[in-house]
């Protein structure tokens, strides 16, 4: 049973660009949800897609958005890209809006 | 809002001699608690969790955690630390939408296990 899968593992994008990031839960999830952890810091709520909607949003820009398939599978999108963007993205499944969450290993970005 | 603070940045140990890595927590109402362990270029493994059952806690890997209400603490503990504990760990509070029912995770500042031989 395969767990939470992440793609790219890693990439380096130059400021202004735009990148997306990919996400499958968990065999049998069907939330997933998306944090930014930033070298030194925990992680932090970007954002939480059930039913293909946005179900609830942290703190951060709307050059951050998402987006559910009706498989489940989840892409995070950021568009202009700042170098304050570089940072490990994790994704995490559930089952419905409180199941424990499960991660994948993350994607992490450069911006340079 | 929900919170937690991880009081040390830093723990360094002896393999063998036990392991304390001290979290407290801000919550509005009852809360539901974490430790999560991240190994190098790992993701987020889940350590234990209390969500208001028994109030010593039993994880994975010898690992456990007592909730305090009275001192809104959370400390993670083990009798004998291993090589392998060496690790990133997080204390993390579930914070649940009052409009949504969506629960968030947030999550503390980490505090890096050292373990030398």
């Known amino acids: 049973d395969a767990g939470v899968t992440q793609s790219p593992t890693h990439l380096i994008k130059t400021r202004g660009q735009q990148v997306t990031l990919r996400c499958s839960p968990k065999?049998?999830?069907?939330?997933v949800s998306w944090y930014q952890q930033a070298l030194g810091q925990g992680p932090q709520f970007i954002f939480q897609?059930?039913?293909?909607?946005?179900?609830q949003r942290g703190n951060f820009p709307d050059r951050f958005s998402g987006h559910q398939f009706p498989n489940y599978s989840s892409e995070l999108n950021v568009n202009a890209l700042l170098l304050g963007d570089s940072a490990l993205y994790l994704c995490?499944?559930?089952?419905?809006?409180?199941?424990?969450?499960?991660f994948g290993e993350g994607s992490r970005l450069t911006v340079l | 809002a929900q919170s937690v603070t991880q009081l040390d940045s830093h723990v360094s140990v002896s393999e063998g001699t036990p392991v304390l890595l001290r979290c407290n927590y801000s919550?509005?109402?009852?809360?539901?608690l974490f430790w999560y362990v991240q190994h190098p270029n790992k993701g987020l493994q889940l350590l234990l969790k209390?969500?208001?059952?028994?109030?010593l806690v039993k994880g994975i890997n010898g690992f456990e955690a007592e909730f305090k209400k009275s001192e809104t603490s959370f400390h993670l503990t083990k009798p004998s630390a291993h090589m392998s504990d060496a690790a990133e760990y997080f204390c993390?509070?579930?914070?649940?939408?009052?409009?949504?029912?969506?629960?968030?995770?947030?999550f503390g500042t980490g505090t890096r296990l050292l373990v030398s031989p």
């Open positions: 919550s509005s109402y009852s809360p539901s």
């Open positions: 995490a499944s559930s089952l419905a809006q409180t199941g424990e969450l499960f």
């Open positions: 993390v509070v579930s914070d649940l939408g009052m409009n949504t029912g969506f629960q968030k995770l947030v």
């Open positions: 897609y059930y039913e293909e909607e946005e179900r």
């Open positions: 209390y969500t208001s059952a028994a109030t």
């Open positions: 065999s049998g999830h069907d939330t």
